[in-house]
Every structure is written in C-alpha cells, then in structure tokens.
C-alpha cells in the first residue's frame, strides 16, 4: 500500500484543509496516511481520526519587537536543525511516497528533510499572500497549490487549485442543524468563531453586548479551549470547540468570523453572509488581506479589531445586506480537493 505524510500546524487553518483531504484519502481506502506534527492543535484535531502521528519539535518565528521576541528568534537556527534532524529520522522510518505540506512553521522542517531524502513533496497556500514557511519550503516542491488564482503567480512553482474543504461542511440542512441544536425554526441566528483557538477581543465585544443581541437574535458561540464563561441568557449557546461544523454553519443567518482563509472560503463555499473581523496585531497582515479580496467583491463585510465597540451596528448593517446576499448566491469557488488529489495519485503511480 502506498502511503501519504501530510504535514501543517500551528493553527486550525493549517490542519483542516489536511483533514478534507484526508477523508477523502481514508474513505476510498487508496493510501495509508500518516501525520507529522508538534504537540500542538495540529495533534489535538487528529486525534479522532486514529492515523499514525509523528511528533516532533520545532521552532516558531515570534513576530513583533521586544527583547524577549529577539532572544527567541535568535534560537531558531539551531533548533530548525534539531527540528529537521527528528523529522529525517521520522521519514526514514515510514518512508512515505509523498509528503503534503499545509504550510506553517511545523511543515518547514519536514519539507526539507523530505527533499534531502528525494521523497516528493507537494504544498498548499491559503491566504492571499504566501506564508514565510511555503516561501522558504516552495523551491523543495513540485508545486505549491493556492486557493487564491492571484497567489500562484506570486510563489515559486506555483500552481492554483482553490481551496481544499471538509465535506462536512456540507453535511446539513438548515432545518436538520436547527432541530438538532434546539433552536426555533424562525429565529434570526448569528455564529460567532475566532479561529481555532478562539479569540480574546471577539469574546469580550460578544459578550460586552450580548444582552442586547440575545434580545432580537439567537447567538452561537465558539470560544476556544478554556474560554467557556457561565451565562443565564436565553437564545445564547456556547462552545469550547465544534467539531461539527457543518450543523452550526447551516443553522446561522450570519457568521461573524476571524479571516484565516479556511473559515472564509468555507463561508463564501456556503454562501453564507458574514462580518469578518481579521486578526491584527502579531501577524504579516494575511487576514486583512483576505478580507479585502472578498470585501471588494461585495461578498463580505468587515469589521476593523479597533472598532469592535461598533459590533452591533456593523452586524445589524450586514444582516440587512440584500445585495450582499444576491451576489454570494451568484458567486463560484473552486474547491481545491479534486487537483490536489489527483496529482497526489499521479505521483502514488509513478512511485
């Protein structure tokens, strides 16, 4: 049986593209799958699919000043070459046909210890922009997919696929989410999400306003691990973590999210209406990028971190929508599954 590595962490949005395509792999039962990764979020969502996982160590860049940031970037050389060391010796045990690499600092390491073995190596893009690892990673593959047309012209070896989704997304109705959440068949419903991790300054705008919002609507709400506060409020759910999102994205009216490209083009996959609200602060500036791309288009709103004391009215302003809404309904994403899977067997078949 041939066999697939699929690296990428560090953030939900560099795991679950890896997940769409490994339930597909899994499915079919053409390959076995493997994983490599840190003890990080990347472990945590592939726990449930029992398929090997290879941990291993590995540095991260700490963007932003300060001293403490500097002392730890320093660092990096030589814990990437601790990190590519464990990561040759992971490969030279499972001995992998092909490596897929979701991008992010866990992948960089595994890339190149990938190509000093000649095992060959495919990517994936996300956002708008190119990451710092699939930039330095993007030479070691035979192509770099992107889910962006725009992005594959901007990376060595680049080649647009679109964006690889969970099928799970798909998996409900909005009157089977809505019956399986308990919430009323008529009610105005908003999803509110930060990323994997959750998201401190959406939780406190959230939460700063929910009396008022749980007033006209009915509120879902994805906190992120340990960020779960008790609350009487009726119309008014909360999660640590979903794993069915499919259910939650069917259920909402509008969906007020961060912009990491997974949950965007999932969202304008579902042709769902939604406020994004893009992460600042310790960041090359991807979501705000993101978020534009699609706000130009006319398929999103966007809502800035420093005006989140105007969360009411922006949600209200992008609920009433009417044409936001007519052009996601006309609006086509190309999923990134079919490409990358095909030339994932096309190397399986030369191998």
């Given at each position: 049986?041939?066999?697939?590595?699929?690296?990428?962490?560090?953030?939900?949005?560099?795991?679950?593209?890896?997940?769409?395509?490994?339930?597909?792999?899994?499915?079919?039962?053409?390959?076995?799958?493997?994983?490599?990764?840190?003890?990080?979020?990347?472990?945590?969502?592939?726990?449930?699919?029992?398929?090997?996982?290879?941990?291993?160590?590995?540095?991260?860049?700490?963007?932003?000043?300060?001293?403490?940031?500097?002392?730890?970037?320093?660092?990096?050389?030589?814990?990437?070459?601790?990190?590519?060391?464990?990561?040759?010796?992971?490969?030279?045990?499972?001995?992998?046909?092909?490596?897929?690499?979701?991008?992010?600092?866990?992948?960089?390491?595994?890339?190149?210890?990938?190509?000093?073995?000649?095992?060959?190596?495919?990517?994936?893009?996300?956002?708008?922009?190119?990451?710092?690892?699939?930039?330095?990673?993007?030479?070691?593959?035979?192509?770099?997919?992107?889910?962006?047309?725009?992005?594959?012209?901007?990376?060595?070896?680049?080649?647009?696929?679109?964006?690889?989704?969970?099928?799970?997304?798909?998996?409900?109705?909005?009157?089977?989410?809505?019956?399986?959440?308990s919430i009323p068949s008529d009610a105005t419903?908003?999803?509110?999400?930060?990323?994997?991790?959750?998201?401190?300054?959406?939780?406190?705008?959230?939460?700063?306003?929910?009396?008022?919002?749980?007033?006209?609507?009915?509120?879902?709400?994805?906190?992120?691990?340990?960020?779960?506060?008790?609350?009487?409020?009726?119309?008014y759910r909360q999660f640590e973590f979903i794993?069915?999102?499919?259910?939650?994205?069917a259920a909402a009216d509008l969906v007020i999210?961060?912009?990491?490209?997974?949950?965007?083009?999932?969202?304008?996959?579902?042709?769902?209406?939604?406020?994004?609200?893009?992460?600042?602060?310790?960041?090359?500036?991807?979501?705000?990028?993101?978020?534009?791309?699609?706000?130009?288009?006319?398929?999103?709103?966007?809502?800035?971190?420093?005006?989140?004391?105007?969360?009411?009215?922006?949600?209200?302003?992008?609920?009433?929508?009417?044409?936001?809404?007519?052009?996601?309904?006309?609006?086509?994403?190309?999923?990134?599954?079919?490409?990358?899977?095909?030339?994932?067997?096309?190397?399986?078949?030369?191998?």
């Open positions: 049986m041939k066999k697939i590595l699929f690296t990428g962490g560090g953030s939900a949005g560099h795991v679950l593209p890896n997940v769409a395509l490994i339930e597909e792999i899994l499915s079919t039962g053409e390959a076995d799958v493997c994983y490599m990764g840190t003890d990080g979020i990347e472990k945590q969502i592939l726990s449930e699919w029992k398929i090997p996982y290879y941990q291993i160590e590995c540095p991260k860049l700490i963007r932003g000043g300060g001293f403490q940031s500097i002392l730890q970037n320093v660092k990096i050389p030589a814990a990437f070459s601790r990190a590519k060391k464990q990561a040759l010796q992971g490969l030279e045990t499972i001995r992998p046909d092909v490596v897929f690499s979701k991008g992010g600092y866990v992948s960089l390491p595994v890339v190149f210890a990938a190509r000093k073995l000649k095992i060959p190596c495919l990517a994936h893009e996300s956002d708008l922009s190119v990451g710092l690892a699939n930039k330095l990673a993007a030479g070691k593959c035979k192509y770099v997919f992107t889910s962006f047309p725009e992005t594959a012209k901007t990376v060595r070896n680049g080649k647009y696929s679109g964006a690889p989704l969970r099928k799970t997304v798909f998996s409900s109705t909005r009157l089977q989410a809505r019956k399986k959440l419903v908003l999803l509110v999400f930060g990323g994997g991790s959750g998201s401190a300054a959406i939780n406190d705008a959230l939460r700063n306003v929910l009396k008022t919002l749980t007033e006209s609507y009915f509120v879902l709400h994805v906190c992120g691990k340990g960020n779960l506060r008790q609350s009487t409020l009726e119309n794993s069915d999102m499919g259910s939650v994205y999210s961060r912009a990491g490209a997974g949950a965007v083009f999932e969202i304008m996959a579902l042709k769902k209406p939604s406020l994004l609200i893009p992460l600042e602060g310790q960041t090359r500036g991807d979501q705000a990028e993101n978020a534009e791309y699609f706000r130009k288009r006319g398929l999103c709103h966007v809502l800035k971190q420093t005006d989140l004391n105007n969360l009411v009215d922006a949600i209200q302003a992008a609920l009433h929508d009417k044409e936001m809404k007519e052009r996601l309904l006309s609006s086509s994403f190309t999923q990134g599954n079919r490409v990358i899977l095909d030339e994932i067997r096309s190397i399986l078949k030369a191998r």
